[in-house]
């Protein structure tokens, strides 16, 4: 029998997961921070999934961090700012040889937990799945996509692969699972920031094609510098291809900043704008749109790292 999924995080694509696996009959539970959070899960009687209009409740068991029994396989499906804490929080449970799964958006988060816990195996994944929380525990499906899993270390694909098969969850096992989270925080930097700036759907971005060429330029270089020629490889056609795609939505930090959330510009322009210090690399475009973007964070009473 499979080892049981242990799902940190009920948000959007959090919840995506867990109501897919759940329904394959993948053993699951919800790792829920604070009682409050586990008595509104439990009053909401589960997980809600919408999907092409039709929407199903799913009871997924759920827990606090403290809970006894031992955890195998963590998802990790909070935001990149939180997810060490996270992981820290049920660290005591962690079984010999478990394996921790990561679904963050940019770098940094991923390799501080590969970092602190060693003797587990993590498993980053980048993910291209349209999702977005309707209310609390109530996960609308908004697109299918792509998820990438891979090993930084470059190790074989894990059986338990067959559990995303039976759920129907999107995947491809990627041997360099670097170049697409570097591709997806390039793409992330083109686009989320000046959405943000412009206050605009993205499809108005096509408006301002020259500070789209400039920054997907130093994006292109920062890439190069980080071993990554493979995610530089025609970056701007795809930020393009996308903007065109997705036209009509708000990006998501336009989102988290228009609901007062704290965004996760740390892990994505931030980390950009890090490694080209650390490269000798000369960004002026990235470096002035990380500078506007904390001012406008900073003027929202946003945090700006």
Request: net charge neutral; aromatic share 6%.
């Amino acid at each position: 029998m499979t080892a049981a999924w242990h799902v940190l995080g009920a948000g959007s694509l959090g919840g995506l997961w867990a109501t897919r696996l759940f329904r394959a009959g993948v053993p699951l539970h919800l790792v829920l921070r604070n009682p409050q959070r586990l008595a509104e899960y439990r009053g909401a009687g589960g997980l809600t999934l919408i999907e092409n209009g039709a929407s199903r409740l799913y009871p997924i068991p759920a827990e606090l961090p403290e809970a006894k029994a031992p955890i195998e396989r963590l998802l990790v499906a909070c935001k990149a700012y939180d997810a060490q804490a996270a992981v820290a929080e049920v660290a005591p449970r962690l079984a010999k040889d478990s394996e921790i799964l990561l679904l963050q958006n940019g770098l940094g988060s991923q390799q501080a937990i590969v970092a602190r816990w060693p003797d587990s195996r993590c498993i980053f994944i980048s993910s291209t799945e349209g999702a977005y929380r309707q209310a609390d525990f109530r996960i609308v499906h908004a697109g299918r996509g792509q998820n990438w899993l891979g090993d930084p270390l470059k190790r074989q694909a894990p059986p338990w692969l067959a559990d995303l098969d039976m759920a129907d969850i999107p995947y491809s096992w990627a041997d360099d699972i670097m170049d697409k989270l570097w591709r997806k925080l390039a793409i992330n930097c083109a686009i989320n920031p000046l959405s943000v700036l412009n206050d605009c759907r993205n499809g108005e971005l096509l408006n301002h094609p020259e500070p789209l060429r400039r920054l997907c330029c130093e994006l292109s270089e920062v890439l190069r510098a980080c071993d990554q020629p493979g995610a530089a490889d025609g970056l701007e056609a795809e930020v393009l291809r996308i903007i065109e795609a997705t036209a009509q939505n708000y990006s998501s930090m336009h989102q988290d900043v228009q609901s007062g959330r704290r965004t996760e510009v740390g892990f994505l322009l931030g980390q950009a704008c890090r490694a080209a210090r650390q490269h000798g690399l000369a960004t002026p475009e990235l470096d002035e749109l990380l500078d506007r973007l904390q001012t406008l964070l900073r003027r929202h009473g946003l945090p700006a790292d």
